[in-house]
């Protein structure tokens, strides 16, 4: 929700608007997250996983989507959520145990909001286990936003550029995130807001 919002008025207009994260999930040591969960190492088609109904692993990025939606002054009409897995055809070892061959090495989940008839906004999470699995899905090591508009555009923002790990690296950006928001949160009149400016949310005493 960050970028899209703070990129906003630079737009006359925006036709599209697509937020893909982009991880590698290798070095992330948590077996229940990785395997019970979002279902690596399972069978593509085994229904037992936490997060094989496309509406429960999409339905995590229902609040960002509404925030941007409010944030541009659109109404959202409904959600589409959706899942896809590729499988691996060797058996290799992650951090967080043993992935078999025909099992899933790669998922693409997504959420889209549509707004006037069509999926306006959109957010994928694109992740693999092996950098060998799904080389025809995007690629890279953090986030890419979209924009069809005008004007167009593309912005990519990396993660770990100096060779930290990318999980640790992402899971520290979004707990500090909420950390950052403690005080300003804090600070509010009591009530439910149905839109937090969250660019507005600084890093305060982190230089």
Request: overall charge negative; aromatic content about 8%.
């Amino acid at each position: 929700e960050v970028l899209p919002l703070t990129m906003s008025g630079i737009f006359r207009y925006v036709d599209s608007l697509l937020v893909q994260e982009l991880l590698d999930y290798s070095t992330y040591d948590n077996a229940h997250i990785l395997f019970d969960w979002m279902g690596f190492g399972r069978a593509p088609d085994d229904e037992s996983v936490i997060g094989a109904d496309p509406a429960v692993m999409g339905g995590v990025f229902r609040a960002p989507l509404m925030l941007v939606a409010d944030g541009l002054g659109a109404t959202i009409d409904d959600f589409v959520f959706g899942r896809e897995v590729r499988v691996t055809d060797e058996a290799f070892d992650i951090a967080a145990g043993r992935i078999e061959a025909g099992t899933v090495a790669a998922m693409r989940f997504s959420a889209a909001a549509v707004i006037a008839g069509r999926r306006a906004l959109s957010v994928e999470h694109i992740t693999r286990v092996s950098p060998r699995a799904a080389p025809d899905w995007p690629t890279g090591r953090g986030w890419r936003v979209s924009v069809e508009g005008l004007p167009s555009m593309v912005i990519e923002a990396k993660i770990a550029v100096n060779g930290e790990d990318e999980n640790d690296q992402g899971c520290l950006g979004t707990a500090m995130h909420a950390v950052h928001a403690v005080v300003p949160v804090c600070q509010a009149e009591p009530g439910i807001k149905t839109f937090l400016d969250l660019p507005t949310i600084l890093g305060r005493h982190a230089l």
